[in-house]
């Protein structure tokens, strides 16, 4: 049921707080909310104060750059800190000092970490950071020929991503001037078509040794059909991989069922693990048994025989056998706080939420501002084809809007000049902040215009 349709069924007008309270009232996970901290206006730098109540939560549509801390993180981190202090390099093994020995610490998150992006546990690995999980899946991937040596890729991909790309071209020996090719939106369009995207792998293909997109764009806030793209890939015999740093925790994934040759994730968007937090890998099953080239370290060495230090070892298969190194356990521990409560609901249900609260927020936008004061919603208009994130184009300098939205306990992100990308995060927040932020923003937009 659509957000105008819950409208409707209540009786209540769209545009009004009185509706607002009634979703909130009748939201299935709304008791998810006070498993986080959100921030209150009397604790933030930015806020003025005489413009705010204090002891107000603050509006936070960040999560799409860093999400909030989750409540049992803390308690988490502060047990295991017990253990340092008090058994010291015991807490590493099972009969130490600790209950979460230390030296299988990703086991903890790797499953739980599956079951939301749609893989099975032995696909998943907990390792790293984005970028470095990129480059890691691109020696196995990314295997150019005379013949295949092309990369395909959305267009405005997030920088990270296009610098990854462009170096492992050079490093392989090829111009990035003939290896990538870069699919744009058209002539007067915002986000690029997904027919577009097939049409660049039907034309490309057969030169083409991998296609790698960002499940969802950073900019636009695009949805890609992962699963369609997968399979023209494969069908010119390309690799196909994603960077899914702003899909996982946001939209349903299934990179099992849809034979993704790889993934790889941050956590501390919409994963909630904490700045900086670790990083997640996937690698089909399907390549368990396949022999290629890949960087290696000890802790790719099957468990029982890592610590006897030899220099002929088994290692695990697939993913797992691509670890390097001892995953950090603060940062391990920290997305676990975050995972335990994601257990507490499904992504079917987050979606619907985030469904409803991301078409409220398009829908009063389009009721509350025209003419001079209207804005463009660059992503797609579909649902199906976005995350919980709208991006909106003014035709003025954001700087300043910005600013005063700061001033008044929004906290959201933009990116110069003129794009402000908002993101209503199901988990924690309400359709009550939604309402209160349109307020705010129709205050700060009108205030300008009246000195205009």
Request: hydrophobic share 40%; charged share 25%.
């Amino acid at each position: 049921m659509s957000i105008e349709e819950q409208a409707k069924e209540s009786g209540l007008a769209l545009n009004t707080i009185e509706f607002a309270k009634h979703m909130d009232e009748n939201d299935p996970i709304k008791h998810l909310r006070d498993e986080y901290l959100v921030p209150k206006n009397g604790d933030l730098k930015c806020v003025d104060q005489s413009l705010v109540d204090a002891e107000e939560s603050c509006i936070y549509f960040c999560g799409n750059s860093l999400g909030l801390q989750p409540k049992r993180t803390r308690q988490i981190i502060n047990e295991e800190l017990d253990v340092w202090a008090k058994g010291g390099v015991t807490g590493h093994f099972p009969d130490g000092q600790g209950t979460r020995p230390w030296v299988s610490i990703d086991s903890l998150v790797t499953g739980k970490c599956a079951k939301i992006v749609g893989a099975e546990a032995e696909e998943v690995a907990i390792m790293n950071t984005l970028t470095v999980n990129l480059h890691f899946l691109m020696v196995p991937f990314y295997t150019p020929t005379k013949d295949r040596f092309k990369i395909i890729v959305e267009g405005k991909a997030f920088p990270s991503d296009h610098f990854a790309v462009i170096s492992q071209i050079k490093q392989r020996g090829y111009d990035p001037a003939d290896a990538l090719i870069e699919v744009q939106p058209r002539e007067g369009e915002r986000c690029i078509r997904d027919e577009d995207l097939l049409a660049a792998i039907e034309e490309h293909g057969d030169t083409t040794a991998l296609v790698l997109i960002g499940g969802v764009h950073y900019y636009f806030g695009q949805f890609f059909d992962l699963q369609t793209i997968a399979k023209a890939a494969h069908e010119k015999g390309c690799f196909f991989g994603v960077d899914l740093a702003h899909a996982v925790g946001n939209v349903p994934l299934q990179l099992h069922d849809w034979e993704v040759d790889f993934a790889c994730w941050c956590t501390y968007k919409y994963l909630n693990s904490g700045p900086g937090g670790i990083a997640g890998a996937f690698v089909h099953e399907k390549h368990t048994d396949t022999k290629r080239p890949y960087f290696a370290g000890w802790w790719g060495v099957q468990l029982q025989e890592r610590f006897r230090m030899e220099h002929i070892a088994e290692f695990m298969p697939g993913v797992r056998g691509m670890q390097l190194s001892n995953p950090p356990v603060w940062q391990v521990l920290s997305l676990l706080g975050s995972l335990e409560v994601f257990e507490l609901t499904s992504m079917n249900e987050l979606r619907a939420k985030s469904l409803l609260l991301t078409g409220f927020l398009e829908s009063l936008i389009k009721d509350n501002f025209s003419g001079k004061n209207a804005f463009e919603v660059i992503t797609p208009a579909d649902p199906s084809r976005r995350g919980c994130q709208l991006s909106i184009l003014f035709s003025r300098p954001i700087k300043p809007v910005f600013d005063e939205l700061e001033k008044r306990g929004v906290i959201c992100d933009m990116r110069e000049p003129n794009v402000m990308r908002l993101a209503p995060v199901p988990m924690y927040n309400t359709f009550s902040d939604v309402f209160r932020f349109v307020t705010l923003l129709k205050e700060v937009v009108e205030g300008y215009t009246a000195e205009e």
